[in-house]
């Protein structure tokens, strides 16, 4: 795939690539090639797949927020920095913290930073959940793509989560996830707004977004049933 056919898909869902963070995604999809021969940060190495799977894949994170605000945004369980360092090179506005727990993942994604000239936009080796103890309330968005069980990911991320902020799961499958999730949900003072499902373009791959919303004390939580949220193909 080349960075021509990603922008058009990437128009599609209401972003412009421009020239330049073109040109950055290119050298970070290189870096991460590189660096997987000594470490593994990803199965997919062919450049198609991994233009669709994992930068695209990254990006749809707009159709649940917009991106385009200024967000204080974690990324939990970034691995190889998907979607935090994609997300940082298409919205330069939004103030990224990368969290993961192998040391050798973080140091790969402090050189990426440093290549790339990306500013705003730290990295932090630690558990997950050893961050989350001190971090209450710290974040306007945490995002988690493929790291974990939702009802767990729940638990760990929302108190994270400023009131009226957003928890966004990005997950390929949720069989029973939300449903088994929606008694932590309510527990945290949040409420399930909405879980998006959609394809990925070419190969037609189901992708989910669960949006969740933290509230606060004393706030109406609702819906309490997973049934009556709809989902919505965008």
Do not use: W
Not at 91 to 111: G, Q
Not at 147 to 159: F, R
């Amino acid at each position: 795939m080349t960075i021509d056919k990603l922008k058009e898909l990437l128009s599609e869902i209401g972003i412009t690539l421009t020239k330049n963070q073109g040109k950055k995604l290119h050298r970070y999809y290189d870096l991460v090639i590189e660096e997987n021969e000594k470490i593994n940060l990803t199965r997919i190495t062919e450049k198609d797949d991994f233009y669709l799977k994992h930068f695209y894949d990254s990006l749809t994170l707009i159709k649940a927020i917009d991106l385009n605000q200024e967000l204080s945004v974690l990324d939990f369980g970034t691995g190889a920095g998907f979607p935090g360092i994609v997300l940082k090179i298409c919205f330069p506005n939004l103030k990224i913290t990368l969290v993961d727990a192998l040391e050798k993942r973080c140091n790969f994604l402090n050189k990426v930073i440093k290549e790339l000239e990306l500013t705003d936009i730290e990295v932090i080796h630690t558990r997950g959940e050893d961050y989350a103890k001190r971090h209450r309330e710290k974040y306007d968005l945490v995002v988690s793509r493929a790291v974990s069980k939702l009802n767990t990911l729940v638990e760990i991320c929302m108190p994270m989560v400023k009131v009226n902020g957003y928890f966004v799961a990005m997950k390929a499958n949720l069989e029973d996830e939300v449903k088994d999730s929606m008694k932590a949900i309510e527990l945290l003072e949040s409420r399930l707004e909405d879980v998006i499902s959609f394809e990925l373009p070419i190969e037609n791959s189901i992708r989910n977004l669960v949006k969740i919303k933290k509230l606060g004390k004393n706030k109406r939580i609702y819906p309490r049933n997973f049934d009556q949220i709809k989902k919505r193909p965008l």
